[in-house]
């Protein structure tokens, strides 16, 4: 049975990182999100327990619609929270990136790093689980509960709109 | 520049990102974590539950052995049957009576005379899990007490 818990820790660090940058657009910090993908993880695991499953670590779709699922909970208590605590100012924590540019000193990567985090929610996660995901659309569609078509359209509109803030951050620079 | 390969530049530029990985600490929770549940499902997976579902339909089986039986060192009938919504496969189920004691006559609370049997009881269930092929021999002993009426002396 120790295979069994290593096969499912395999998996984690496989897709660990993936997993977290989904659940970075539902969480406000990084522990937040880190905790969406705890819950994610141990709600799969007894899913998968059950029978006929196996026990295997499950298929990504299924994650990012139990992160998703998640999100949604936590988004709605911090809505009552913040109700509540109206008063209270929260700092960003300017060190916490969600990507890390493979080239720490290519500017253009940092910049379309931020152009992703600046995404809206619908495009962004559309995004996140084509390119680091490696969903398809029809695997989206089913995630999101839009056709692959909307998938297919958000995809593109996001990537349009990353190429036109790319643009105009180099104009920037070079004004 | 058309627009795929505006696309196509886009997606490249993209694939220069890397999903930052879990904090050291979550990481090492969440393998605790797998580890603990992990213990959990092997007590799930080949204890209690699995045990379970073949001693409850056992257990039904041995209880009809014990007030069928007939006294004495016989079996009683092989039973056969299909364990219920589980694909376990009862092959026999025997109530091996081992040893029987007499243990001497005795007034009851209702003034009437009983004997007071000891018996020694095996109980040896064969059974098939169909799903895996494995075939499973259970083997029960137990001792049960029997008042039989005495009406002649």
Request: glycine share 8%; no cysteine.
């Given at each position: 049975?120790?295979?069994?818990?290593?096969?499912?820790?395999?998996?984690?660090?496989?897709?660990?990182?993936?997993?977290?940058?989904?659940?970075?657009?539902?969480?406000?910090?990084?522990?937040?999100?880190?905790?969406?993908?705890?819950?994610?993880?141990?709600?799969m695991?007894?899913?998968?327990?059950?029978?006929?499953?196996?026990g295997?670590?499950?298929?990504?779709?299924?994650?990012?619609?139990?992160?998703?699922?998640?999100?949604?909970?936590?988004?709605?208590?911090?809505?009552?929270?913040?109700?509540?605590?109206?008063?209270?100012?929260?700092?960003?924590?300017?060190?916490?990136?969600?990507?890390?540019?493979?080239?720490?000193?290519?500017?253009?990567?940092?910049?379309l790093r931020?152009?992703?985090?600046?995404?809206?929610?619908?495009?962004?996660?559309?995004?996140?689980?084509?390119?680091?995901?490696?969903?398809?659309?029809?695997?989206?569609?089913?995630?999101?509960?839009?056709?692959?078509?909307?998938?297919?359209?958000?995809?593109?509109?996001?990537?349009?709109?990353l190429?036109?803030?790319?643009?105009?951050?180099?104009?920037?620079?070079?004004? | 520049?058309?627009?795929?390969?505006?696309?196509?530049?886009?997606?490249?530029?993209?694939?220069?990102?890397?999903?930052?990985?879990?904090?050291?600490?979550?990481?090492?929770?969440?393998?605790?974590?797998?580890?603990?549940?992990?213990?959990?499902?092997?007590?799930?997976?080949?204890?209690?539950?699995?045990?379970?579902?073949?001693?409850?339909?056992?257990?039904?089986?041995?209880?009809?052995?014990?007030?069928?039986?007939?006294?004495?060192?016989?079996?009683?009938a092989?039973?056969?049957?299909?364990?219920?919504?589980?694909?376990?496969?009862?092959?026999?189920e025997?109530?091996?009576?081992?040893?029987?004691?007499?243990?001497?006559?005795?007034?009851?609370?209702?003034?009437?005379?009983?004997?007071?049997?000891?018996?020694?009881?095996i109980?040896?269930?064969?059974?098939?899990?169909?799903?895996?092929?494995?075939?499973?021999?259970?083997?029960?002993?137990?001792?049960?007490?029997?008042?039989?009426?005495?009406?002649?002396?």
């Amino acid at each position: 049975m120790g295979n069994f818990s290593d096969v499912w820790k395999r998996w984690l660090v496989e897709n660990g990182p993936r997993l977290l940058l989904f659940a970075r657009g539902w969480g406000k910090t990084r522990e937040d999100a880190e905790d969406l993908v705890q819950e994610a993880v141990l709600k799969m695991w007894h899913y998968q327990q059950e029978e006929n499953r196996g026990g295997k670590p499950p298929d990504l779709p299924l994650v990012f619609s139990t992160i998703r699922f998640a999100g949604l909970m936590l988004h709605r208590s911090e809505k009552r929270r913040r109700k509540r605590e109206e008063a209270i100012v929260y700092l960003n924590d300017f060190q916490d990136v969600w990507l890390d540019p493979v080239m720490e000193d290519d500017e253009d990567s940092v910049r379309l790093r931020d152009a992703v985090q600046n995404l809206s929610d619908k495009l962004r996660e559309v995004i996140v689980m084509k390119t680091w995901g490696g969903l398809t659309f029809a695997q989206i569609s089913e995630v999101l509960a839009i056709s692959p078509n909307t998938a297919a359209s958000r995809y593109r509109y996001a990537l349009e709109q990353l190429t036109q803030d790319l643009k105009q951050m180099r104009e920037e620079r070079h004004a | 520049m058309r627009e795929a390969d505006r696309y196509d530049a886009m997606e490249k530029a993209l694939l220069q990102l890397m999903p930052a990985a879990l904090s050291e600490t979550a990481q090492a929770g969440m393998e605790a974590q797998l580890d603990e549940l992990s213990g959990s499902a092997e007590v799930l997976r080949h204890g209690f539950p699995h045990w379970a579902k073949w001693l409850g339909g056992i257990a039904a089986a041995v209880t009809i052995g014990v007030f069928a039986f007939p006294f004495g060192s016989q079996e009683s009938a092989p039973l056969v049957g299909i364990a219920e919504d589980d694909g376990m496969v009862v092959i026999t189920e025997l109530d091996r009576v081992e040893k029987v004691l007499d243990e001497g006559l005795f007034v009851d609370a209702g003034g009437s005379a009983v004997r007071k049997m000891s018996v020694r009881v095996i109980g040896e269930s064969r059974i098939l899990d169909e799903e895996t092929g494995i075939e499973v021999t259970l083997t029960e002993p137990r001792r049960e007490m029997v008042l039989l009426p005495v009406s002649t002396f």
